[in-house]
């Protein structure tokens, strides 16, 4: 069992910067790969970004690529997520989620993650 707790969020101008927190439960943490998720309102839920299990691999969508980093400490039990130059179409809930393993396939999609938080608003004015 993992749980999953975000933090982080809230309120910014376009431009600006968040980082947000995933913290771990659990001691499974280590051996799986980890994803940020996010749902604006009437949307579906999509990708952000994601990491193996060793922090090795990292990889984006693309319309956050060279705004957002992910990156995690497994000594720690936490998942980060730097956010630069955010824009106004960045507002969401954001989601981070522990996949099943530490495997690097499908990671975009929601299907491999058995775990989710319960999110973290993220507001980007103009």
């Known amino acids: 069992q993992v749980q999953l707790v975000e933090s982080g969020g809230g309120s910014v101008q376009a431009g600006g910067s968040l980082r947000l927190s995933c913290a771990a439960s659990?001691?499974?943490?280590?051996?799986?790969?980890m994803g940020w998720f996010r749902q604006a309102p009437g949307k579906e839920r999509e990708y952000v970004a994601a990491?193996?299990?060793?922090?090795?691999?990292?990889y984006y969508a693309d319309f956050v690529k060279g705004r957002f980093t992910i990156s995690r400490d497994n000594d720690k039990n936490t998942v980060y997520l730097q956010m630069n130059k955010l824009k106004p179409e960045d507002t969401a809930v954001y989601y981070c989620?522990?996949?099943?393993?530490?495997?690097?396939?499908?990671?975009?999609?929601?299907?491999?993650?058995?775990?989710w938080g319960q999110g973290t608003q993220v507001t980007v004015s103009s």
């Open positions: 659990g001691r499974t943490f280590s051996s799986r790969a």
């Open positions: 989620a522990a996949a099943r393993d530490g495997s690097s396939w499908y990671l975009h999609t929601t299907e491999v993650y058995d775990y």
């Open positions: 990491i193996t299990w060793s922090g090795g691999s990292a």
